[in-house]
């Protein structure tokens, strides 16, 4: 098991990107996740490729790239280009997904499949063998700061089992409102990886959080 951790830069200062990415650089977190909106799959607009172009000269991590976007096949070689090494788009973002993750591969990058809310584990059934990761939401995509829904621990138990019994070799990483308070519940169900953006950026000491969350997970 490991317990990767995925600050993500949704919640960081962008007046002092630079300042903020040295910082994730320098602490024990593991990836960079950028969260990546469209205004018509979700109904904000974060940033877009000036910016990651940005972030990608700076940061000394993978690369963890949520795609908040309809028709993401379109951009799917560019966040090769951008040195992405984790790309994950939506389920319901997707008409012809296993099409997408092949593209993703195509493009030598780990393909993740991302639910939302209310989308049922057992629609991964047929997916799950193909994909390396699943991004469980548990929050509605498309702002940091929101509450952390709780039926998602059992969501990440029934991945679980489903990769299980799939005999799939896929992890499970969960983004939206995850903090020391709920991490250990999820790690406890099968996740391994997990996105952060205000329980890092809002803490007095962002690094300590990260530790923080780590140390409750054994590690
Ligand atoms: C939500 C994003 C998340 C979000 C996480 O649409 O996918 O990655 O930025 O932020 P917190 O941890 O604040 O929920
Ligand atoms: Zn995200």
Known sequence: MSCIISPSLLSADFGNLERDIEMINDSRADWFHLDIMDGV??????????????????????????????????????????????????????????????????????AGVAINPHTSVVLLENIICDCDFVLLMSVNPGFGGQSFIDNSVNKVKQLAELIKSRGADCFIEVDGGVSANNIKRLYDAGATAFVAGSSVFSAENPAAAIVDMKKECGF
Do not use: W
């Open 41 to 110: 799959f979700v109904p904000n607009i974060s940033y877009g490729f000036p910016v990651i172009k940005s972030i990608a000269k700076h940061a000394r991590k993978p690369l963890d790239a949520h795609l908040m976007i309809v028709d993401p096949d379109r951009y799917v070689s560019r966040f090769a280009e951008m040195g992405v090494e984790y790309l994950s788009v939506h389920y319901e973002a997707c008409t012809h997904l296993h099409r997408t993750v092949q593209n993703i591969h195509g493009n030598g990058m780990k």
